[in-house]
């Protein structure tokens, strides 16, 4: 898992840089992983069609889109706007659906679901117990992500194993949810670095988020998501308030 390090947020202050400039450091062998992601959206279509991309809006994320729509793939995307989303988020999600080559389709919880959960526990009842915060994401995500995967033989995802020590072993082609969500799991960018992903991005200039350049590395809903500090991991402003075990919020393995 990466940190920050002192002299990188020191340097990034003093000279009022962006997450670009702050990141874009690629690999030595970032040309044969970028071929390693190409090759493996391609066999997604000519193998595992029908599938689509799983969109947070994140950095991963806007790379693979990016991929997909450059190289003119068969894969359509889907975004889960929770109703919770940080409203730069929302911004780029707009941008994205209006330049997109393929479909952007955006997928939101059942409002009364939404409605009866805030009444019954309140509006933060997320950082009252893990169980809670878990119900939350359960009527917020887990439920339109199941309308999203409809239908779908596979998934694609912009999990790395650089992200957390949770998916430290992810695989490129995941199939142990397929007896779960029915579909099998790609991610495409499972041996990239951060600083490979910023380096695609300043490459091709791909437009992202800009909480990216206020700290904000990984970047979920906003009442559960915060900047991160000196030395905090990059998945730290996930959940904070809970223990490093727990921050996952079901999309990517158990509940």
């Not at 989303?85 to 994205?96: F, I, K, P």
Request: hydrophobic share 40%; aromatic share 8%.
């Amino acid at each position: 898992m990466k940190q920050f390090s002192v002299e990188l947020r020191d340097d990034f202050q003093k000279n009022n840089q962006n997450a670009i400039a702050l990141y874009a450091k690629p690999s030595a062998n970032f040309v044969l992983k970028l071929a390693e992601t190409l090759a493996l959206l391609k066999q997604a279509v000519s193998e595992f069609s029908p599938v689509t991309q799983a969109s947070s809006l994140g950095a991963e994320d806007v790379v693979i889109t990016h991929l997909i729509h450059h190289n003119a793939l068969n894969i359509p995307v889907f975004v889960l706007e929770t109703g919770a989303l940080h409203r730069e988020t929302l911004a780029l999600l707009e941008r994205t659906q209006a330049s997109s080559f393929t479909p952007v389709k955006v997928y939101r919880p059942s409002n009364e679901k939404v409605i009866a959960f805030v009444k019954t526990h309140g509006q933060d009842a997320m950082y009252e117990s893990l169980e809670l915060r878990k119900a939350c994401c359960q009527v917020r995500k887990l439920e339109p992500l199941a309308e999203a995967l409809k239908g779908q033989r596979a998934w694609v995802t912009g999990l790395r194993r650089e992200q957390s020590s949770n998916r430290a072993e992810v695989p490129l082609i995941d199939r142990s949810e397929e007896a779960v969500k029915g579909q099998i799991k790609l991610n495409p960018l499972a041996n990239w670095t951060w600083g490979d992903v910023w380096h695609y991005i300043s490459e091709n200039q791909v437009d992202y988020n800009p909480l990216h350049d206020a700290f904000f590395p990984s970047i979920g809903c906003a009442p559960c998501t915060r900047a991160i500090s000196l030395g905090e991991e990059f998945r730290a402003g996930r959940w904070w308030w809970e223990d490093e075990d727990a921050k996952e919020c079901g999309l990517h393995g158990q509940k």
